[in-house]
Structures are given as C-alpha cells and as structure tokens.
C-alpha cells in the first residue's frame, strides 16, 4: 500500500507535505517519533477519520484509549460484527485471558482490559488494514508479549504508533521515523537489534 500525504491543522502550516508513506502488505509497520510530531495525526489520516485529499484505506483505527462503546461489552460488540463467521481473533481472545472480562461493559474495564478489548475487536472486524494507536502503552510486559506474538501470527496489513523500541524491535518487518513532516528513517526486514534501533532513534527521530 502506498501513500501521499498532504495535511495540516492551519493552512499555512502544513504538518506533512508529501510524505511518501510505504506499508507492505500483510506485515507489520511501525511509526515511531518524539511526541507532536504527528503519529496519530497520520493513523487518522490513513483510516479517513481527518478529512483529507488522500484516498483513505478500508481500515480499523484502535485509538490509544480503545475506542469502543463503552456501555456494550467485548462479546456484545463481537455479536455485532458478526465475529463467529471467523477464527482468526481467537488467538488473540485466548491470549489476553478476555473470558475473563469478555461480558463486562467495557466502561468497567481497566486500561489494559479495554485495549485488549479493543484489539481483539479490530482482528474481528475483518478488515485488511489495522491502525493501532500506542497498543503497548496500555498494556503489562506480559500482555505487551502477548501482543507481539498474535502480530507474528496475523496475516493482515498492521500500522502501529509506538515509543516503545524493545517491541517495536520485536514486531516490526518496516520501522518508519517521522521528524518534521516527513521519514527520517526507516528500515525493513527481520530480526532489527534493539541496540541499533535505539542508537537511530537518537540520531534521526
């Protein structure tokens, strides 16, 4: 998937100008960069919910505080999708333990129930394209692992915002640097060393 993106919250001061953006399909990308420089500005670019020229991508955007209904629940909000037509949330499901709080509302929730929650709702969806917003954040070191480990098992296309570098180091096939409205640095492949992540971090981003 390719895209041109062209944006900014006042006229005369763009936040991107043509920021040539490249996501592999059925891989993990992820955007890291310093606070402000304007991570969910793009994973909100990119699903459509900010209004742009850009053609935005059928996607499922996870906000970094979950997002869903509050007064409806996990297995409420999988009833809605429809999710029994399809299996591949259920790794995630039994992963997070969501038996567990699958039937509470979701306002009843802790943070990192509700996005775990939230997670297994956007693998549900069905859509091609997943947007997640800090997942990690929320998230215990276990449950974090948790997360890297459906990320290797899913076959869909993930773009994930994330200043964590240990597991963005982890889960990451394409690691994008944003500084300044556009890529300052990126990389692609497999098995990125941690060490070399943090030492690029501190040069480019």
Known sequence: MNFTVNFGYKRNRPLFTSLELEVPEG???VVCGHNGAGKTTLLKLLSGILPSKMEAAPAWFVPASGGLIRHFSLKEHLDILEAHKREDWRDAYQLFGAEAFCKAPVRSLSTGQSMMASL???I???KELLLLDEPFASLDPTNAQHLVAVLSRLERTVVITSH????TAECAHRILFIKDGGISWQ???EGMDVERLQAAYREFA
């Open 124 to 126: 549900a969806s069905g």
């Open 164 to 167: 964590d570098l240990y597991l």
């Open 120 to 122: 297994v709702v956007a």
């Open 27 to 29: 891989r993990t990308t």
């Open 187 to 189: 990389w692609e492949g």
